[in-house]
């Protein structure tokens, strides 16, 4: 009895592609909650439920995406492909979950609204009230978390951003697309290239082929089109010019950035504020995306001057962009929660 009443006063959610790397990421962080909501296993693939593993109190189901399984859930993440988070705005009933998008399908609904409480001021407005919050891409969550504590220091009069895509972004297909690769080349086997239709491992893609499952150029964009809308709240810093790189790499952003300022404030002086605001810093020994790889928070090194112009820095940073979306997703849930 004192077990069910347990069940019954921990809140319901819902998450849609359940398998999916960052249903994962999710279901590790909403278990580190006091007290822990019931989760319900969504995928929009599956057309009856279906047991995918066992957890020390219960199994692990996974049910068929519909009206039916979003009910009596108050928030439901969307961690699957474009079409299932497009297909359960479509069968959320009018007093169905609040939708959190991590797949960047629903941002340009008129009722959408972009979030990332890591990277948003302190008292910017509320958005509880919006029905379908999208997670804003990872990589313009830390880049706009970086400028803005820089800039609150010191102003920034422009700055330049090279973003290196780690595969994990496009999915378990991408990430398994390019072990495969990996694999053909030392073998000398033809490459699969369904995902990236080009040869990913051993190089580095300014663009993917045309037969792409998405184009890096609308990725580029996507990423661009949020950090605008999340640097609208800081007047005072300037829209970067950004360039995505897709990298050979599993997981994890990692991040060139040439930051000019009014007046350059050194490397010491950059790598004290952001230790100061809570940034992994090391001045010594620079961060990579393998050693962020499941930790919190962003990690910055290689800060340095720039020899041909005084007024500007480098700054190398990396980011574990699974769980950096997934942090965000959890916060805008407790909004609501």
Partial sequence: MAKEKEIAGRPLVALVGG?????????????????????????????????????????????????????????????GSAASSRRTLKVNPGDGPVLIDLTGA????????????????????????????????????????LLAKIAARTAIRRSIVHVFEPASERGQRGVDELQQQTVAVLSFQKLKADVFDAQLSFNLLARYGEEALEPLELIEQ????????????????????LRVIQAPV??????????????????????????????????????????????????????SLDHNQTRASWLWMVADNLKLAAENAIAVAREIL
């Fill in 250 to 303: 599993f997981h994890g952003h990692s991040f060139s950035m040439w930051i000019e300022f009014e007046q350059n404030p050194g490397a010491e002086k950059l790598a004290a504020w952001l230790g100061e605001s809570g940034f992994d810093v090391r001045p010594g020994d620079p961060p990579t995306n393998a050693g962020i790889a499941g930790q919190h928070g962003l990690s910055v090194g290689a800060i």
């Fill in 222 to 241: 996507r990423l661009e089109r949020h950090l605008a809308s999340l640097l609208s709240a800081y007047s005072a810093i300037p829209m970067p010019s």
């Fill in 106 to 145: 629903l941002d340009e609904h008129p009722q959408a609204r972009l979030r990332a409480p890591s990277a948003e001021p302190s008292m910017a407005p509320a958005h509880a009230g919006s029905r379908i919050q999208v997670i804003a891409h990872p990589a313009s969550i830390a880049i706009a978390m």
């Fill in 19 to 79: 398998d999916t790397l960052l249903a994962r990421e999710l279901r590790d962080l909403l278990s580190e909650s006091k007290p822990a909501p019931r989760v319900q296993l969504i995928s929009s693939a599956a057309e009856e439920s279906v047991q995918i593993g066992l957890e020390p109190e219960e199994a692990l189901i996974m049910a068929p995406l519909s009206a039916a399984s979003l009910e009596g859930s108050r928030v439901a993440f969307l961690a």
